[in-house]
């Protein structure tokens, strides 16, 4: 995908009257990960918020090359899916360890609905290329049945094996910590990268002292950080997924740092005679995930975490997903079929810091 996009604008506002400055206001877009990333930043002026762009953009682009990137020989998972069926196992780096450790613990709650090993069918599927345009609509082929069972054979997270490092001195022991995968697994991070992405932002923000608010989006995940000088709420509309040039409404959320994250079967597919092939999978099955649901929106204050729990909410349905987001304190908001929303509880009470309200 060669989408070039570079906008910067800028805008200047002053507090009337008492002569104080209010933060400037710049909005900033690029692509990274293959989505586009876009930059709202409140800061005390142009050239910290330029050089705090500039700064996203570089670390989103080391992100997929030196770690994420399933394509680019260049990074530690493709090393990682190199070394399938390895005696030795493969030792991995602290960040992409604490990660995929965070993978496998929402793999166990969700009783395997969420599955970082599932790359053998995902590649299978080819929908992220297609949705990307490298494979065109004509070239597409709905995989056989063997070949999905086959490449099954190769998934399952019980099936790889991660032994941490000696933790006694707090620090990972010679080696740290060490994954072990089956010949032909193949780890795909893909429902997880953006989540990844915003979390190491937030940790950019948080150690600068320039940019007091922003709200970073990275594809249908987003960041809301700090407070604006009102300390006025955050307000974030959610698509409708029946219509996605709509709304259904608007999470009201209090000034603080907050993740959304929503996942969604009108986000990347392809339909072929009347059907819709989407792009997240039933690990039980390998094929395109059917529930009642059509888009789900997860609130944590963590991006892996709400990334993970909204690829494995949209897998499980409703029921079962709201069980699975009160394990980690999160919040979700179902889109059905027939056009119902359904929310977790924290999000209809009426003094909870985070609100929807519905259009
Ligand atoms: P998202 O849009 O965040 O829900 O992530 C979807 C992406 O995650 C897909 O494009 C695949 O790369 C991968 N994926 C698909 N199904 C699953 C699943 N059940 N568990 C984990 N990753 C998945
Ligand atoms: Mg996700």
Redesign the pocket.
């Known amino acids: 995908m060669k989408l070039k996009i570079r906008v910067l604008l800028l805008g200047v506002l002053f507090l009337a009257g008492c002569g104080q400055k209010e933060p400037i206001f710049t909005q900033y877009a690029d692509t990274a990960m293959g989505t586009v990333i876009q930059l709202n930043l409140y800061s005390t002026d142009t050239e910290s918020a330029k050089n705090f762009s500039k700064e996203t953009m570089e670390l989103l682009n080391t992100l997929e090359h030196e770690r994420l990137s399933w394509r680019l020989e260049t990074s530690e998972v493709f090393r990682l899916n190199a070394s399938a069926g390895a005696e030795e196992g493969f030792p991995l780096s602290e960040d992409l360890a604490h990660e995929l450790a965070a993978c496998l613990d929402v793999w166990e709650q969700s009783e395997g ?4 090993t ?1 790359g053998a069918v ?1 590649r299978l599927w080819k ?2 290329s297609l949705a990307s345009g490298e494979t065109s609509k004509e070239e597409f082929v709905i995989p056989s049945h063997e070949e999905i069972s086959k490449a099954l054979e190769k998934c399952g997270s019980e099936h790889l094996q991660l032994v941490a490092g000696d933790m006694v001195t707090g620090e990972a022991a010679e080696g740290g910590t060490r994954i072990y995968l089956p010949g032909g697994m193949q780890i ?5 990268g ?2 990844i992405a915003l979390s190491e932002i937030e940790a950019l923000l948080n150690n600068q002292s320039d940019i007091s608010a922003a709200v970073i989006s990275a ?3 987003i960041l809301v950080y700090g407070a604006k000088a009102d300390n006025s709420t955050w307000k974030v509309g959610i698509v409708n997924p029946l219509d996605t040039s709509t709304s259904i409404g608007t999470l009201v959320l209090d000034p603080s740092n907050w993740y959304i ?1 929503t ?2 079967d009108y ?2 597919y392809v339909e072929v005679d009347g059907v819709l092939y989407h ?5 039980a099955t390998g094929y395109p ?1 059917e529930s009642e649901v059509r888009g789900v929106t997860i609130l944590t204050r963590d991006g892996l975490l709400g ?2 729990l ?3 909410c ?2 499980l349905g409703v029921e079962e997903g709201l069980q699975l987001v009160e394990k980690y304190d999160a919040e979700a908001l179902f889109v059905l079929a027939d056009g119902e929303i359904v929310m977790s509880e924290g999000l209809a009470e009426e003094s909870a810091d985070a609100k929807f309200i519905a259009e």
């Open positions: 609905a969420f599955d970082v599932l995902v929908i992220d795909d991070l893909g429902a997880v953006k989540g594809g249908g995940s994250t996942s969604g986000e990347r792009h997240i999978l039933d690990p995930a990334d993970a909204s690829t494995a949209f897998v």
